[in-house]
């Protein structure tokens, strides 16, 4: 069947470096959200892309969507505490299907 | 604007209790869903509905029921619950397509003993 997954599952950064998490579908995809899940809170949308290549920025966040709609990735410059929790990725199909990702926790050192 | 919500927040069953999980939200929005998260494993869709009245199954739909009698609330239910049932559930919903951004309530944790 369809399926979304994302690398890593767990990534430990020490506060001031850069994370990167990986999001790869088995089929092409209509558009990709991510959502960042905190510590015992529930998914907040972060951002949607929707174009081949297509590059957004929010503040120190930096999501990509691949040339062939099938990967996104999302990276943050310089880590925050604030940036903990988990990122999840959601793909839409062509049958408006939403897949979401199995998620990369975050861990900020201080 | 309250957005989701969703009760009870927390919920302790045993082995072969029902329980209804109730989801409203104030947004007029068509699409609603229900998941469950477990660790490790993501958010996997439970059931969905499309608008006031209709439902569909979605990813892991067994032992579980779910009605749409009004467009705000969407009730999940657990007529036998059973140990493998124990999760967060979140309601979400979006404005009138699977495309768009799904809001999503604070979740509902439940053990079953």
């Known amino acids: 069947g369809q399926q979304v997954m994302q690398i890593p599952q767990y990534q430990h950064v020490q506060e001031g470096e850069d994370f990167t998490t990986y999001c790869n579908s088995s089929t092409t995809l209509s558009n990709i959200q991510w959502y960042k899940q905190r510590p015992g809170g529930h998914p907040v949308f972060l951002i949607q892309?929707?174009?081949?290549?297509e590059v957004k920025k929010q503040k120190r966040l930096t999501f990509q969507f691949g040339e062939a709609k099938k990967n996104s990735s999302l990276h943050i410059t310089a880590t925050q505490t604030t940036d903990v929790g988990t990122y999840f990725c959601?793909?839409?199909?062509?049958?408006?299907?939403?897949?979401f990702g199995p998620g990369t926790s975050l861990s900020v050192i201080p | 604007n309250a957005g989701v919500t969703q009760t009870p927040k927390f919920r302790v069953l045993k082995t072969g209790q029902s329980m209804t999980l109730l989801c409203a939200q104030d947004m007029n929005h068509e699409y609603m869903y229900w998941y469950r998260q477990d660790p490790g494993m993501g958010l996997r869709l439970i059931h969905y509905s499309v608008g006031e009245g209709t439902t569909a199954k979605g990813e892991v739909p067994d032992g579980y029921n779910v009605s749409r009698l009004k467009k705000q609330n969407f009730l999940l239910g657990l007529e036998s619950a059973a140990p493998s049932q124990t999760s967060v559930y979140f309601c979400a919903s979006t404005p009138s397509s699977g495309r768009a951004e799904q809001y999503f309530g604070a979740g509902t944790r439940l053990s079953v003993l």
């Open positions: 892309l929707v174009k081949s290549g």
């Open positions: 959601a793909g839409t199909t062509s049958y408006d299907k939403v897949i």
